[in-house]
C-alpha cells in the first residue's frame, strides 16, 4: 500500500523560506509523477509543483504562481520529494499535499491525475 507523508509545515514571516518534504513507502518513485498541491480555505485546490523521473530523463513543472520562487526535487534513494519555498507571500497560506500519480505512464501535472494523496501539511505565510 502506497502512503505519502508530509513534513515540514509551520508559520513563517513574508518573504521567509520553508522546505516541506514527503515521504514515500510502499511505491518506487521511478516512473512516478510525484506533485505538492495545497488548498486554502474556501479555495478550490490547485497545483503547485510536479516532478517525474523515469528512465535515463526527468523532468519537473511549476504552476504560474510560484514559479522563481518554488523548487521541487526528489531523492530515490531515500523515497523522499522535497518543495523548497523561498520569498514565501501570505497568498501562499494553505494546506500542502503531497501526490502520487502511480497510474499514469506519463507525466501528468493536474490532480485529477493522482491517485495517493497525503494528510497534508499546513503553511501559514504572515505579512
Known amino acids: 500500500q502506497v502512503q505519502l507523508v508530509e513534513s515540514g509545515g509551520g508559520s513563517v514571516q513574508a518573504g521567509g523560506s520553508l522546505r516541506l518534504s514527503c515521504t514515500v513507502s510502499?511505491?518506487?518513485?521511478?516512473?512516478?509523477?510525484m506533485g505538492w498541491f495545497r488548498q486554502a480555505p474556501g479555495k478550490e485546490r490547485e497545483g503547485v509543483a510536479a516532478?517525474?523521473?523515469?528512465?535515463?530523463?526527468?523532468?519537473?513543472y511549476y504552476y504560474a504562481s510560484v514559479k522563481g520562487r518554488f523548487t521541487i526535487s526528489q531523492d530515490n534513494v531515500d523515497s523522499t520529494v522535497y518543495l523548497q519555498m523561498n520569498n514565501l507571500k501570505p497568498e501562499d497560506s494553505a494546506m500542502y499535499y503531497c501526490?502520487?500519480?502511480?497510474?499514469?505512464?506519463?507525466?501528468?501535472?493536474?490532480?485529477?491525475?493522482?491517485?495517493?494523496w497525503g494528510q497534508g501539511t499546513q503553511v501559514t505565510i504572515a505579512s
Open positions: 510502499g511505491h518506487t518513485l521511478d516512473g512516478v509523477s
Open positions: 516532478v517525474y523521473t523515469g528512465p535515463g530523463r526527468g523532468t519537473k
Open positions: 501526490a502520487a500519480a502511480t497510474e499514469s505512464p506519463r507525466f501528468v501535472v493536474t490532480a485529477a491525475s493522482y491517485n495517493v
